[in-house]
């Protein structure tokens, strides 16, 4: 059990815009900055997003985070079939004194 | 070209030590903390421990505090990872990576993950 959330699957079509929610506690996205990764079948994982809404530079503006309160989202928006991957959402947690992170979403393009 | 470079894959049997290891080039080694990520086979990302080659200051998970030793060489800008006794469920892939300078904690450069499997 992950201590933050993210929904297990999501899907879109090319072109589409599709957002993925993270949620967790006054302990972590409440309290620090939200950081996106997504990890391409086989490869390690890339920062998309950190700051909860900074593009590391490379990064296609397509992409895009925001937080409000104890929950965070990132936005992928003109979908492409490479856009195919695991995300995960991470958040220092003050009560654990280190990062956490979210459990994953597989993202399919259709 | 910054990257971190770590090292190749492991099969131990279960009780054995390992040390692996995530060397770093083209950046000033020293000024960036380095953690380590644990992911195992079909699972998600879990933070292990961070350590500091400055000053070899060391934060760990409380899930791995014990079970793991994470330790630098500066001199040749090496940061490692450490079991004193492997057991069956250590199999998993790790990746060091570079916390990047700020309060965010988040990793912008990975190493291209060491296999690490246990199995009698």
């Given at each position: 059990?992950?201590?933050?959330?993210?929904?297990?699957?999501?899907?879109?079509?090319?072109?589409?815009?599709?957002?993925?929610?993270?949620?967790?506690?006054?302990?972590?996205?409440?309290?620090?900055?939200?950081?996106?990764?997504?990890?391409?079948?086989?490869?390690?994982?890339?920062?998309?997003?950190?700051?909860?809404?900074?593009?590391?530079?490379?990064?296609?503006?397509?992409?895009?985070?925001?937080?409000?309160?104890?929950?965070?989202?990132?936005?992928?928006?003109?979908?492409?079939?490479?856009?195919?991957?695991?995300?995960?959402?991470?958040?220092?947690?003050?009560?654990?004194?280190?990062?956490?992170?979210?459990?994953?979403?597989?993202?399919?393009?259709? | 070209?910054?990257?971190?470079?770590?090292?190749?894959?492991?099969?131990?049997?279960?009780?054995?030590?390992?040390?692996?290891?995530?060397?770093?080039?083209?950046?000033t080694f020293t000024n960036y903390w380095i953690?380590?990520?644990?992911?195992?086979?079909?699972?998600?990302?879990?933070?292990?421990g961070i350590i500091y080659p400055g000053d070899s200051d060391t934060r760990?998970?409380?899930?791995?505090?014990?079970?793991?030793?994470i330790s630098t060489d500066k001199s040749?800008s090496i940061a490692?990872?450490?079991?004193?006794?492997?057991?069956?469920?250590?199999?998993?892939?790790?990746?060091?990576?570079?916390q990047?300078v700020?309060?965010?904690?988040?990793?912008?450069?990975?190493?291209?993950?060491?296999?690490?499997?246990?199995?009698?």
């Open positions: 059990q992950s201590v933050l959330t993210l929904p297990p699957s999501t899907s879109g079509t090319p072109g589409q815009r599709v957002t993925i929610s993270c949620s967790g506690s006054s302990s972590n996205i409440g309290s620090s900055a939200v950081n996106w990764y997504r990890q391409l079948p086989g490869t390690a994982p890339k920062l998309l997003i950190y700051g909860n809404n900074q593009r590391p530079s490379g990064v296609p503006d397509r992409f895009s985070g925001s937080k409000s309160g104890t929950s965070a989202s990132l936005a992928i928006s003109g979908l492409q079939s490479e856009d195919e991957a695991d995300y995960y959402c991470a958040a220092w947690d003050d009560s654990l004194n280190g990062v956490v992170f979210g459990g994953g979403t597989k993202l399919t393009v259709l | 070209e910054v990257q971190l470079v770590q090292s190749g894959a492991e099969v131990k049997k279960p009780g054995e030590s390992l040390k692996i290891s995530c060397k770093g080039s083209g950046y953690g380590w990520v644990r992911q195992m086979p079909g699972k998600g990302l879990e933070w292990m760990y998970s409380p899930s791995f505090q014990g079970q793991v030793t040749i490692y990872l450490q079991w004193a006794s492997l057991k069956a469920s250590d199999t998993a892939m790790y990746y060091c990576a570079r990047i700020g309060a965010s904690h988040g990793f912008d450069i990975w190493g291209q993950g060491t296999m690490v499997t246990v199995s009698s």
